[in-house]
């Protein structure tokens, strides 16, 4: 693993043009990884994600957290920080996805495409190409819920009428 560098592309099943590839050292961590694809993209670090690593025909097989959200001891599960890219990456054709909007369980397919030599003093990751519209991060969708405006909260009846006690003095005593 020394002076390799590993590239991965990154595609969405949501804009057809959309393409990122990153080099990372295998001895980087996937935290890492995480730090670039978010900056790169301009999304809000602050949204929850992680990356699923998969079988060639991309069935989740296990999950690379930011940090332990389970009950289990945290040597049973893999947290971004703790984890070298080359630890479980070692194959080209490598297949992960992103996961970027837990909500809608959207992510990025990403395969290792190329193990190269590391070119010398380039700092790692780093975005090597980028192409296509980038996809929103978080979709918010209409859970029907209904919103006042400030008129009909104004006209609304008083509050009195939808309490079901028999004696408002019993309930101011309360």
């Known amino acids: 693993m020394d002076n390799l560098v590993y590239t991965f ?9 959309f393409r990122r590839d990153f080099e990372i050292r295998p001895d980087q961590t996937f935290f890492n990884l995480h730090l670039a ?29 930011l940090f332990n959200m389970r009950d289990e001891p945290s040597e049973n599960v ?21 996961v970027y909007d837990f909500f809608s369980d959207r992510c990025f397919f990403i395969e290792l495409v190329n193990i190269g030599d590391e070119d010398p003093g380039v700092d790692y990751p780093r975005c090597i190409q980028a192409k296509g519209k980038i996809p929103i991060q978080i979709i918010m969708e209409d859970n029907n819920i209904d919103t006042f405006s400030v008129e009909e909260f104004d006209n609304l009846e008083s509050f009195d009428d939808d309490l079901s006690f028999e004696n408002l003095d019993d309930y101011d005593q309360l």
Do not use: P
């Not at 592309?9 to 043009?17: F, H, L, T, V």
């Not at 900056?39 to 097989?61: C, I, P, Q």
């Open 9 to 17: 592309r990154m595609i969405s099943n949501e804009e057809d043009n």
């Open 37 to 65: 694809i978010q900056k790169n993209l301009g999304y809000d670090k602050s949204h929850m994600a992680s990356f699923v690593l998969t079988n060639e025909k991309w069935e989740r097989e296990a999950e690379i957290t």
């Open 78 to 98: 893999l947290i971004m920080d703790k984890v070298n890219i080359g630890e479980v990456c070692k194959d080209l054709k490598q297949k992960l996805l992103y």
